[in-house]
């Protein structure tokens, strides 16, 4: 039995291929059939394949089966894009996955973490990626989010000034 991750792939049978042998591979979903010794799967579900070996020499054969387990992605979620003024802050990413490990990276900048949803401080528009790996299965995912900087408006009143009672100034 193997496990994969979704997307993946994973190589089923014999590691050599020898003279005189035939193979017939098939899948428990019907949808594969090989004729290779070791051939090149990638199932989207939990799938057996069955192989039947045979020696043209002597007439004999014999039949076994694999697993192979696919197993889902952790749910990455860096969370919707913000905007915040220059001194603020945004929170970034989702709730805690209890199976998954957290890996921050900022661009630009030197920020990282381990955290589901940490709080940041960017002085500029910085792009974070989210790296969620499940220690279960060694499966990962990405994703990234982008938090805006803008500066904070000069409110400028004007000059202070004195006026007389009745100026229309």
């Excluded at 043209?56 to 969370?79: E, K, R, W, Y």
């Excluded at 709080?119 to 060694?138: A, D, I, K, W």
């Excluded at 803008?150 to 009672?165: D, E, H, L, M």
Aim: proline residues 5%; contains cysteine; negative net charge.
């Amino acid at each position: 039995a193997s496990t994969i991750c979704v997307g993946g792939s994973h190589r089923i049978g014999a590691v050599n291929d020898s003279l005189g042998f035939t193979y017939s591979w098939t899948s428990s979903d019907s949808s594969f059939k090989s004729s290779l010794a070791h051939p090149l799967v990638h199932p989207t579900i939990t799938t057996t394949y069955t192989v039947t070996e045979s020696n043209s020499n002597s007439g004999c054969s014999a039949t076994n089966s694999v697993v192979v387990t696919v197993v889902p992605l952790p749910g990455a979620n860096a969370g919707v894009a913000s905007t915040i003024c220059v001194g603020g802050s945004a929170v970034i990413g989702a709730a805690n996955d209890s199976l998954g490990a957290y890996s921050w990276t900022s661009s630009p900048g030197s920020f990282t973490s381990t955290l589901s949803n940490p709080t940041v401080h960017p002085r500029v528009t910085t792009t974070y990626r989210l790296t969620e790996s499940n220690g279960n299965s060694g499966c990962s995912a990405t994703d990234s989010v982008v938090v805006t900087v803008v500066p904070v408006p000069a409110a400028k009143a004007g000059a202070a000034s004195t006026i007389c009672a009745g100026d229309n100034h």
